[in-house]
């Protein structure tokens, strides 16, 4: 029995990552976490020669390393930090089902609202286009369900254009400048707490300073399979200057 418990875990890794993969939805890194873990298994029990064995755990541990240094900034901004007298909110879209905002989205309103109930001065701004699926703008949609929770309309912004985080973020300056106020320094990014290093920085190369307030995501799955995808889109993010 202790000889095949190398391969009782390939296969419950192996069937973690399935259902992960096609049984849960937007879980795709957990489940390639999952697959690889399962390869790893099964190369240390197929393979004897030690010297592969060496090279591939070194390989493991540089990669986690790095991965590490990668991560430690996401970490450390996934929370919020904006001050008290914060004037303004800019608060990203994260797709709708129809009209229906997402579980991500909800959990970005919900942060929103808490903050907006708790500063009865600040302004929201709600930003994102109508993308595929998607029957309004996730501006529009996203008023609608603050409305329903009882901001007043005059606290909120609509910005109904934009397709990315770049343009989430040109867009609402763009309408607080217009309005007469000045993002910078006065405006907190309200995203899923993943998103906020990502998002701030973003802000800065906008020549804007952003506080963060963070949405947290429901499901503790869902929230480590997008920290590791954040490791990679920051990583991208950095080689290119592209969201």
């Not at 849960?24 to 399962?38: I, R, S």
């Not at 300056?173 to 309200?190: C, H, K, Q, W």
């Not at 997008?226 to 969201?243: C, D």
Request: charged share 20%.
């Amino acid at each position: 029995m202790k000889a095949r418990l190398w391969l009782i875990a390939v296969i419950i890794l192996l069937i973690a990552a399935l259902v992960f993969a096609f049984a849960m939805t937007g879980h795709a890194f957990v489940a390639a976490l999952c697959a690889l873990a399962a390869a790893v298994t099964a190369f240390y029990h197929f393979v004897s020669k030690r010297a592969l064995r060496i090279a591939l755990a070194a390989l493991l541990i540089l990669g986690l390393a790095v991965f590490g240094v990668i991560e430690a900034p996401i970490m450390a901004a996934a929370r919020t930090d904006a001050p008290e007298d914060t004037e303004y909110l800019v608060v990203l879209g994260a797709g709708l089902h129809g009209d229906v905002p997402s579980l991500s989205l909800t959990d970005r309103l919900n942060a929103a609202l808490d903050w907006l109930e708790a500063h009865p001065d600040c302004v929201a701004v709600v930003s994102g286009g109508q993308g595929p699926g998607e029957t309004m703008t996730e501006g529009e949609a996203m008023q609608i369900w603050l409305e329903a929770k009882g901001i007043a309309p005059e606290r909120i912004i609509v910005e109904d254009r934009a397709t990315s985080t770049r343009e989430n973020l040109e867009n609402s300056f763009a309408l607080i400048r217009e309005r007469g106020g000045e993002p910078d320094g006065n405006t907190a990014i309200v995203t899923s707490e993943y998103h906020l290093y990502r998002a701030k920085a973003m802000a800065e190369g906008l020549g804007v300073e952003c506080f963060g307030v963070a949405g947290k995501t429901s499901w503790p799955t869902l929230a480590l399979n997008y920290f590791i995808r954040e490791g990679f889109a920051v990583t991208y993010y950095k080689l290119t200057g592209e969201i």
